[in-house]
């Protein structure tokens, strides 16, 4: 129950895949390059922001997850619910207090912070650590800095508890850094995840003079169902879809049998329903002590609610408390720029910048939430990060009615997707079965990610054979066909 409740509220609150920074040795077999600076955006990262004496702001105690459970059962046992949803918020509360913030917006403790690299990669020491800078944002950082030396090769890292506005000014003053330092005035941007939006933040503030390239990496576009769902109190555990993501994650045959054994017995079921019941019960509870306290001025996660959530979450949120006009006026302003996404790209696609869009699906989604069913790279909605395509509910194929007048070239080999339905169809390449931002070191998806990143003119999906609209890959993120 424990994992279910305490720890899935805690991290729907933007669950991340971002592998945490470290460094890399750049004393690779790099090419000549006479290119632009390549610039990184990384995506949220809940497990990188550090306290002062270095140590994890956000670390789960395993001791602490045992109390927890044993706690539980106790006032389970008794019969005390309401025990039960109060031990879940002291144990949530407890989890995130270094990274919580006031009404004000002031965090709970002033020393935590997100470590930055103000330089390129060439003055990063350990760059050898296959196991810190495997896959994900970091693995293309790594893949870049190889290939074109780490002198053209930045990363940025941000705390997601800033606005929008906030982390695009910090933005603007690191790209100043970097043409300072590399005494370029174009550069190339991989906007990975979270990032993306931040990058988009920039684009409407600063403008698109000093970007030559844009490559949006699984793309927070106008937020994500998950959070709007977390941020409106639509909690809801499907034990179908709990199954089937249990048995995906796992990846263990011993265990995937064990899964399908306890839901043939309604196991799933069961813990589904008595979850559902706390949830629905305790929200207000759940919310207000723990959720709101926590979360309320975290501007950044404001920036990835989806605008159709925005006035359920205002209400659940704020209705009927105090002092928080200051948050009010800054989440109103986070809104409006949330509005202005689809203009934002744009602006950016007839600016004559090269954008390009790539988006992943065939993940599942954590089934906590209604809309679970909706495909996904295992973080965000795949139909938000590729800017309007057409998908089928997860593990079915879209029907022959869907797809009545979509010409072929828009339709995936596995009749999962329409693609006509992107805002820039022939700049969105979808990718099946890769990874949230993907990018795993020396991985054709990298190779992939650095093409478009350095082509001299607006790639397309027929630019290049080897990159069509639509791709597939491995485990190992491989391209295979389909």
Same mark, same amino acid.
């Given at each position: 129950?424990k994992?279910?409740?305490?720890?899935?509220?805690?991290?729907?609150?933007?669950?991340?895949?971002?592998?945490?920074?470290?460094?890399?040795?750049?004393?690779?077999?790099?090419?000549?390059?006479?290119?632009?600076?390549?610039?990184i955006v990384?995506?949220?990262?809940?497990?990188?922001?550090?306290?002062?004496?270095?140590?994890?702001?956000?670390?789960?105690?395993?001791?602490d997850?045992?109390?927890?459970?044993?706690?539980?059962?106790?006032?389970?046992?008794?019969?005390? %619910?309401?025990?039960?949803?109060q031990?879940?918020v002291?144990?949530? #509360?407890?989890?995130?207090?270094?990274?919580?913030?006031?009404?004000?917006g002031?965090?709970?403790?002033?020393?935590?912070?997100m470590? *930055?690299?103000?330089?390129?990669?060439?003055?990063i020491?350990d760059?050898d650590?296959?196991?810190?800078?495997?896959?994900?944002?970091?693995?293309?950082?790594?893949?870049?800095a190889r290939r074109?030396?780490?002198?053209?090769?930045?990363?940025?890292?941000?705390d997601w508890?800033?606005?929008?506005?906030?982390?695009?000014a910090?933005?603007k003053?690191?790209?100043?850094?970097?043409?300072?330092?590399?005494? =370029?005035? =174009?550069?190339?941007?991989?906007?990975?995840?979270?990032?993306g939006?931040?990058?988009?933040?920039?684009?409407?503030?600063?403008?698109?003079?000093?970007l030559?390239s844009?490559v949006?990496?699984?793309?927070?576009?106008?937020?994500?169902?998950?959070?709007?769902?977390?941020?409106?109190?639509?909690?809801?555990?499907?034990?179908?879809?709990l199954?089937?993501?249990?048995?995906?994650?796992?990846?263990n045959p011993?265990?995937?049998?064990?899964?399908?054994?306890?839901d043939?017995f309604?196991?799933?079921?069961?813990?589904?329903?008595?979850?559902?019941?706390?949830?629905?019960?305790?929200? %207000?509870?759940?919310?207000?002590?723990?959720l709101?306290?926590?979360?309320?001025?975290?501007?950044?996660?404001?920036g990835?609610?989806?605008?159709?959530y925005?006035?359920?979450?205002?209400?659940?949120?704020?209705?009927? =408390?105090e002092?928080?006009?200051?948050?009010?006026? #800054?989440?109103?302003?986070?809104?409006?720029?949330?509005?202005?996404?689809?203009?934002?790209?744009?602006?950016?696609?007839?600016?004559?910048v090269?954008?390009?869009?790539v988006?992943h699906?065939d993940?599942?989604?954590?089934?906590?939430?209604s809309?679970?069913?909706?495909?996904?790279?295992?973080?965000?909605?795949?139909?938000?990060?590729?800017?309007g395509a057409?998908?089928?509910?997860?593990?079915?194929?879209?029907?022959?009615?869907?797809?009545?007048?979509?010409?072929?070239?828009?339709?995936?080999?596995?009749?999962?997707?329409?693609?006509?339905?992107c805002?820039?169809?022939?700049?969105t390449?979808?990718?099946?079965?890769? *990874?949230?931002?993907?990018? =795993?070191?020396?991985?054709?998806?990298?190779e992939?990610?650095?093409?478009?990143?350095?082509q001299?003119?607006?790639?397309?999906?027929?630019?290049?054979?080897?990159?069509?609209?639509?791709?597939?890959?491995?485990?190992?993120?491989?391209?295979?066909?389909?």
């Amino acid at each position: 129950m424990k994992k279910v409740i305490s720890l899935l509220l805690s991290a729907i609150m933007l669950f991340s895949l971002c592998v945490p920074a470290s460094a890399a040795d750049t004393a690779t077999e790099a090419v000549e390059y006479d290119g632009d600076p390549i610039v990184i955006v990384k995506g949220i990262d809940f497990a990188s922001l550090v306290k002062e004496d270095g140590s994890n702001a956000l670390a789960l105690d395993p001791v602490d997850l045992l109390g927890l459970v044993f706690e539980i059962g106790g006032y389970k046992a008794l019969g005390k %619910e309401d025990a039960v949803a109060q031990a879940i918020v002291n144990f949530g #509360k407890n989890l995130f207090s270094d990274i919580a913030r006031d009404k004000e917006g002031n965090p709970a403790n002033p020393g935590v912070h997100m470590p *930055k690299y103000l330089h390129s990669a060439a003055y990063i020491t350990d760059f050898d650590d296959d196991e810190k800078w495997a896959d994900t944002a970091v693995g293309l950082f790594r893949s870049v800095a190889r290939r074109f030396g780490g002198e053209n090769t930045y990363l940025y890292t941000f705390d997601w508890r800033l606005s929008p506005q906030e982390l695009a000014a910090d933005l603007k003053s690191f790209l100043d850094l970097v043409m300072e330092e590399t005494g =370029k005035d =174009k550069l190339d941007v991989a906007a990975c995840s979270m990032g993306g939006m931040i990058t988009t933040c920039y684009i409407d503030t600063y403008g698109t003079d000093n970007l030559d390239s844009v490559v949006y990496l699984s793309p927070a576009h106008n937020g994500a169902d998950i959070v709007g769902s977390a941020f409106t109190g639509d909690l809801v555990i499907d034990a179908e879809f709990l199954t089937d993501f249990l048995a995906a994650k796992l990846n263990n045959p011993f265990l995937t049998v064990i899964v399908k054994i306890l839901d043939f017995f309604g196991f799933f079921r069961s813990i589904a329903k008595f979850v559902n019941n706390v949830i629905s019960t305790h929200k %207000e509870m759940i919310y207000d002590d723990f959720l709101v306290e926590t979360f309320a001025t975290a501007y950044g996660l404001w920036g990835m609610v989806p605008d159709e959530y925005y006035d359920d979450a205002i209400e659940l949120f704020f209705d009927g =408390k105090e002092g928080y006009d200051t948050a009010l006026e #800054k989440i109103a302003e986070v809104r409006a720029f949330v509005e202005r996404t689809e203009d934002i790209h744009d602006k950016l696609y007839n600016s004559g910048v090269k954008m390009s869009i790539v988006s992943h699906y065939d993940r599942e989604q954590l089934p906590i939430y209604s809309k679970s069913y909706l495909h996904g790279d295992g973080v965000l909605e795949s139909q938000r990060t590729s800017s309007g395509a057409t998908f089928a509910r997860f593990g079915e194929t879209l029907s022959d009615e869907e797809l009545a007048g979509v010409a072929e070239e828009y339709i995936s080999p596995d009749r999962i997707v329409n693609a006509s339905t992107c805002r820039y169809p022939n700049q969105t390449w979808i990718v099946k079965d890769a *990874k949230h931002v993907g990018c =795993k070191t020396g991985s054709d998806h990298t190779e992939f990610a650095i093409w478009l990143l350095t082509q001299d003119t607006q790639p397309t999906v027929y630019t290049n054979p080897a990159y069509p609209r639509f791709l597939n890959c491995d485990a190992d993120e491989n391209f295979i066909g389909f």
